[in-house]
């Protein structure tokens, strides 16, 4: 169960994701990748940018979303297709905000719906943001990862400032091939942190810990009870 948090973790965030780039600890590889490689772009598009904006909004409650900056992806990278009032933002993360040994990193059915409080957005977003870029300029995932050390060893990606969260409370997202939309939870941003500071990850605690060693950073989840249209989550699912 550890292992496929850690790589929803991954895929979510993060990436943050992602999202967030954690490898999966003790599981082994398939001998052939499921997505060995990167598919046309346009697979990794949405319908339109009206059904990316919906889906966007469905991270969060109405009451944050409703208020909230959508990003949607085109061509070159994210760009701005509705301006928010409240500075949150919203958007579907795609499969490339993985970890580089995740097996769904090039998966073109990935859609992550996350929203980024204000701290996040300053000192988080702009990794989605970069990777995304990177990667449709042409670069490998090798190359993106490089592009990563190299920004942070200059400082030119932030790290996590004071209270930096995010939104997944989506029913309507797919976060890999094993789990679907998995459960609705809150994530939690900070530089890298030992899991015993928030007793993370010990027996009954409601607390996950999953560290992203090259984003220079560790993530915190806490499951919640509800999706964001309110209705409850059932446990029966996981």
């Not at 052939?32 to 409650?61: G, W």
């Not at 939104?167 to 789990?179: F, P």
Request: charged share 20%; aromatic share 10%; net charge neutral.
């Amino acid at each position: 169960m550890k292992r496929e948090i850690v790589r929803t973790v991954a895929l979510a965030i993060f990436m943050l994701a992602a999202v967030v780039g954690a490898a999966l600890p003790g599981r082994a590889q398939d001998a052939k990748a499921p997505y060995p490689t990167m598919a046309p772009v346009q697979q990794y598009m949405m319908a339109s940018r009206d059904a990316e904006i919906a889906l966007a909004r469905t991270a969060a409650p109405e009451s944050i979303s409703g208020n909230a900056e959508i990003l949607v992806l085109a061509a070159h990278g994210y760009e701005t297709a509705v301006k928010g009032k409240n500075g949150f933002v919203c958007m579907v993360m795609r499969s490339w905000t993985a970890g580089i040994d995740d097996p769904d990193f090039w998966n073109f059915k990935l859609r992550a719906p996350i929203c980024f409080n204000p701290p996040a957005v300053r000192s988080f977003l702009p990794f989605p943001i970069k990777k995304t870029e990177w990667v449709l300029a042409g670069q490998s995932k090798t190359q993106m990862f490089e592009s990563v050390k190299a920004a942070l060893d200059k400082k030119e990606l932030p790290t996590p400032e004071p209270g930096a969260m995010s939104y997944m409370m989506s029913r309507q997202g797919h976060l890999n091939d094993h789990d679907g939309h998995w459960r609705p939870h809150l994530m939690f941003f900070s530089p890298p942190t030992d899991a015993v500071a928030w007793g993370a990850s010990l027996p009954g605690s409601p607390i996950i810990f999953a560290n992203d060693p090259e984003d220079r950073l560790t993530v915190f989840l806490v499951p919640v009870s509800k999706w964001s249209d309110g209705t409850a989550d059932s446990i029966d699912m996981h």
